[in-house]
Nanobody, 128 residues
Framework: QVQLVESGGGLVQPGGSLRLSCAAS?????????????IGWFRQAPGKEREGVSCISSSDGSVYYADSVKGRFAISRDNAKNTVYLQMNSLKPEDTAVYYCAADPLASGCSVSGYGYWGQGTRVTVSS
């Protein structure tokens, strides 16, 4: 069973930065490594549907960013630490949401429906 635990959320002023972390576990006993999984960051704002923010493919390492975060957010993975990061810069009030980490060995792209393993989320609030 893959387990994902997010951290790093909090309250930040507009223009500020945060780095979210997603610690993955539960798969190494089966001989898998983190790069076996496509990993994604998703977010859900109050009253809105969950949306893909950034995802990194297991097959070729290609990266997807939602248009709303391009140039401001960066996803990265540290396979040795079984951790995926989302560096968020130049944060805006509209980035306020609960951010979720998700993983799946078969996922391609950044669609919510493609991911079978989810963390519990970490809240990000951008406000002055």
């Amino acid at each position: 069973q893959v387990q994902l635990v997010e951290s790093g959320g909090g309250l930040v002023q507009p223009g500020g930065s945060l780095r979210l972390s997603c610690a993955a576990s539960g798969f190494t006993a089966f001989g898998f490594t983190l790069d076996y999984f496509t990993i994604g960051w998703f977010r859900q704002a109050p009253g809105k549907e969950r949306e893909g923010v950034s995802c990194i493919s297991s097959s070729d390492g290609s990266v997807y960013y939602a248009d709303s975060v391009k140039g401001r957010f960066a996803i990265s993975r540290d396979n040795a630490k079984n951790t995926v990061y989302l560096q968020m810069n130049s944060l805006k009030p509209e980035d306020t949401a609960v951010y979720y980490c998700a993983a799946d060995p078969l996922a391609s792209g950044c669609s919510v429906s493609g991911y079978g393993y989810w963390g519990q989320g970490t809240r990000v609030t951008v406000s002055s």
